[in-house]
């Protein structure tokens, strides 16, 4: 089974969950950056009150086995979206890297250094982290903050969480995460009281995008994977949550929501072009997920952009338990991307997301 180790900023078309040239340059080029707006409390109390209720759509993050020095956490990038930065740290116990883990988040923290440039952790600056333990029959972390935890500002109170949730997450021993600070279990969070009554996972989503009046009751998230670059043009992948009419497939609601394009003025590139359709997905008794696809703008035999494979990779196993993925194009079940991999053949999700250079 082949998996794809790194994002190749050569790449003709990129897009990391882009489809094309990451640099700027590139067929659709990017947008100008903007924070996404915090949802509205009365929004935010009620999905985070509805998160424990809703269909897990992924399997925590499906990096197993990954390398004793490396591990992936999520950073606020320029435009201040949270992205999953692969960092190399000191290795240690595996209780000792979830702690590294978090302390990494820190602003200005131990792990400055391996921190690529336009990338920052979310945590206050002097949080320390107490301790992180892990209930391997529950999958729940519990981790522990000191007091300068609750000096952050209001705005990135959900950044927090996410960035926190999802880091942790990507361990395959967690899926649940609750937070202590001074030896206080927190039943919300301190600054501006998002509830914290059940235990966070990634039905939180991550960089939530809502539309305006939607019921959250009546919805489900799903994760996409869009694409961005540093301002010296290595291009990266960002997940997006969106929320979908309850009930739908889960693979084909994020995969439609991917063919829709980011919103504008987020900093994120198109993935897929305006031809793309979805023409069928299957998931075989192996668990491998098939996606079939078409699209004009590519001949038969035509190497298609590894970005663009890969951000369709990536989106269908945020959204299933499975994390192997074919991929069908224009009736061809040779599809081959300009990194020479065939993707019509098992791919797994990569063990590592986004190993940018410092």
Aim: a negative charge; glycine letters at 8%; proline letters at 7%.
């Amino acid at each position: 089974m082949k998996s794809f180790s790194r994002v190749k900023p050569t790449a003709a078309a990129g897009l990391l969950a882009i489809p094309l040239l990451l640099s700027g340059c590139g067929i659709f080029g990017s947008q100008d950056a903007a924070q996404i707006d915090p949802p509205p409390a009365d929004i935010e109390s009620q999905m985070l009150q509805t998160a424990d209720q809703a269909n897990q759509t992924s399997s925590s993050g499906k990096t197993s086995k990954v390398n004793t020095n490396q591990a992936t956490v999520y950073l606020k990038n320029e435009q201040g979206l949270l992205a999953p930065v692969s960092l190399n740290l000191p290795q240690g116990s595996k209780e000792g890297k979830l702690n590294q883990l978090m302390e990494s988040l820190v602003q200005d923290g131990t792990y400055a250094s391996v921190i690529p440039q336009g990338f920052q952790g979310v945590l206050p600056k002097g949080t320390q982290v107490t301790h992180v333990s892990v209930d391997k029959k529950q999958k729940l972390a519990v981790v522990e903050f000191t007091k300068p935890f609750n000096n952050y500002d209001v705005k990135d109170e959900r950044k927090i969480m996410e960035a926190v949730t999802w880091t942790l997450t990507g361990s395959s021993d967690v899926q649940n995460v609750q937070l202590w600070v001074d030896g206080q279990k927190l039943n919300e969070m301190p600054v501006g009281h998002l509830p914290l009554s059940q235990p966070l996972n990634r039905t939180v989503g991550i960089n939530l995008e809502l539309t305006p009046g939607v019921n959250v009751s009546q919805t489900s998230p799903v994760t996409v994977y869009f694409a961005s670059s540093t301002q010296s043009g290595v291009p990266y992948f960002v997940p997006v949550t969106r929320l979908v009419p309850a009930g739908e497939d889960s693979v084909k609601a994020a995969l439609a929501q991917l063919m829709e394009g980011p919103v504008q003025g987020h900093g994120l590139q198109q993935v897929l072009t305006s031809n793309t359709t979805l023409e069928q997905v299957e998931t075989a008794k192996d668990g491998v997920v098939t996606v079939s696809l078409k699209d004009d703008m590519f001949e038969p035999g035509e190497k298609v952009p590894a970005q663009l494979l890969q951000s369709l990779v990536l989106t269908v196993t945020e959204n299933t338990p499975s994390d192997k993925v074919r991929i069908w194009m224009n009736g061809s079940k040779d599809v081959v991307g300009d990194d020479n991999q065939k993707y019509s053949e098992p791919v797994s999700r990569p063990e590592a997301l986004n190993p940018i250079p410092i």
